[in-house]
């Protein structure tokens, strides 16, 4: 376990750095055409949540921070088995995932 | 913040997270975007070290790195006919640039307000991860969460098979 | 480790939940066994679980009515008159949602058990998100009501609109999900807790928090925006509404949106009531845009089912704006009972007019343009009127269960005025987008009278049930709406 003493990177580094990954996740679900790379965005987006969760956790000494990570792991594990399901499913018989092609729907 | 091996360490997970994610989100080539991604969520398990979440990190390898990484991989050979993708990005640049810059600028302003404060930083006590295995199952703290979550992984059980059957 | 305490447990005030979520369970085993022929049965099976579940609320009404709310798992959930009421509204959406499978999943050979298993458990995480008191219960029932749905819009797997409705949904939805997460991360950092009366305590008490918190609040808006399909979260609602399998749209256009509905009141008036006119104001603005977009562009569809997914737009701009109303505390219980009422009111009529889509609807999934309703004014003279009714009652005209929830609405933010003028500029877009409204629900009622057509309908015994049902509740919440209403207002949180 760290000393105090040691502890030097003050939590506030770790929620800025998490909030340019989570604009950074952002930007790769609003640019990226690919579903794949857009499910890889959201997954940055969820893992700089958690990144804020445990530096405010660590800051307030508190584990309920903590446990939130640990469903917000379980739900992205949800959200992959799901999503890569789905996204196999549909190249299966359009044989492209890029969300500007899937428009046979229009109104 | 002087110079010492942890503020070292911090600033390489740091390079480490979003050099990753950097990657992930500019690259072309798919299957080196989900190579970055690994990087991204090793940064970040080496934080939660740095933030002395050792079983939070140790989770983070498992889950994400060990298998959600790894079925993205899967995924994306799979659909390897669109591995090389050459156009990378989608018709709404310009909204996505307008409201990514308004969200930066909105939390950048927040985040560095909050740098003025003071934010406590003390010693983790040593039974933390104790601490987190009680607080998952008891009926007082997070049991209705966590049932709920296992009915959650056995939905997403039941709705995996039923696409993959089709 | 000490004991559990049984009192501080209270498992009977979570018994509805638990009938549906066992029943999941054991039907997911005995689906093993029902041959493929007589999948049916998986069908019953599973509404004799949610009349369980409706028996075991119907003995929690007497008793929340004289005891009031009551706090389970040591405050992670809340079971008062507000949840319950939303309970009774999603226990009956979920049957509704199987009655209308039974016909339809065999008509168009994608009838598989599953079907029922997931719709139990995608209205358990409604349920539990209308008691939710954490933040943390907020996202995993959130997530328990949207994962069950992605996987429905796609269950018509061979039709190219199914999957890719369920794909789009999914992503939109993972999206939103993690705004959600983002928001109650930075709230936690601004209040130290995700428990909700938490937070109220929190925020007012100590000042220098307020811009994390404030920030967080509004990542949760948007990811409770999404789910209920409000300006300018609402992009996914066309394409997921057409594509999903019809039965699922009825569904979700109603569970998903009232979840969204219960967590978001949730957490603004318990949690925020400190900074209650921060988000009053950009509510209101939020209900004004979703008013005007949802109903202007709900003119120029041809699709039943796209016209209906913008009419839906448009109605959570009504429910918004009650929301909006309940920033004052003097009438927030008033505007609550608006909110629920109105989403019951909304449920009956928008699962009636679905019922229609789904008996004109051909088993190849075509038959879904508002052209297909000619001639069931003569060939169909019951239904036609049903169809007639529900379309009024979304208009608001009167004798209908629409029209008493949108005075409820205006009046409950017309109360609210004094606090923030900005809600009767709101409240005119209200009435006026109303006006609007009736260009293209009065358009479905002259096709169906006016036009001459072969007014083709398949309407089988478990329609009929679900038309003459909710066409008598839309009558009843419109011609004696009193009794219901004052169950709504009580319904409130305390």
Known sequence: MLDQANFLVPPIYYVALSGILFILGMVGVLLRRNAILIFMSVELMLNSANLAFVAFARSFLDVNGQVFVFFVMTVAAVEVAVGLALIVAIFRTRRSIDIDELHSMEG | MTITPITIAFFIMAAFTLGGSLG??????????????????????????????????????????????????????????????????????????????????????????????????????????????????????????????????????????????? | MQLPILESINLMAVLPVLIIAGWACVLLVFDLLIPRSRKHWTAWLALVGLLGAAVALFFQIGHFARLGSEAAFDGMVTVDGFSIFLQVVFVLTAIVGVLLALDYLPRHGIERGEYYVLLLFTTIGMMIMSMAADLIVVFVALELLSIPLYILSGFAGMRETSEEAALKYFLLGAFASSFLVYGIALTYGGTGTTRLTGIAQAVTSDALNLPLTTVGMGLLLVGLGFKVAAVPFHMWTPDVYQGAPTPVTAFMSVGAKAGGFAALIRVLVTAFPAIASEWGTLIAVIAGLTMLLGNIVAISQSNIKRMLAYSSIAHAGYILLAVAAAQRSENASFAIGAVVFYLLAYALTNLGAFTVAIAVERDDGTGTEIDDFAGLGKTRPWMALAMALFMLSLTGMPISGGLVGKVFVFQAALQAVPGDPLLLAVVIIGVLTSVVSAFYYLKVIMVMYMREGEGKAVLPLALKTVLAATAFGTLVLGIIPGPVFQMAQRAMLK
């Open chain 2, 24 to 166: 992930v989100v500019t690259n072309r080539n798919l299957f080196h975007a989900a190579l970055y991604l690994v990087l991204a969520l090793f940064g970040v398990a080496g934080l939660f070290v740095l933030l002395e979440a050792p079983f939070l990190a140790a989770v983070q390898v498992l889950v994400y790195v060990g298998a959600i990484a790894v079925l993205i991989t899967i995924t994306i050979m799979v659909t390897r006919r669109i591995m090389g993708v050459t156009e990378s990005v989608n018709r709404q640049w310009p909204l996505a640039a307008g409201v990514s810059a308004i969200m930066a600028i909105t939390l950048g302003f927040v985040v560095l307000d909050r740098f003025a404060g003071k934010l406590p930083v003390a010693a983790v006590p040593g039974d933390n991860i104790v601490r987190l295995g009680e607080a998952l199952v008891n009926y007082d703290a997070y049991l209705v969460p966590f049932e709920v979550a296992s009915v959650l992984l056995l939905a997403a059980m039941i709705g995996a098979i039923v696409v993959a059957r089709e």
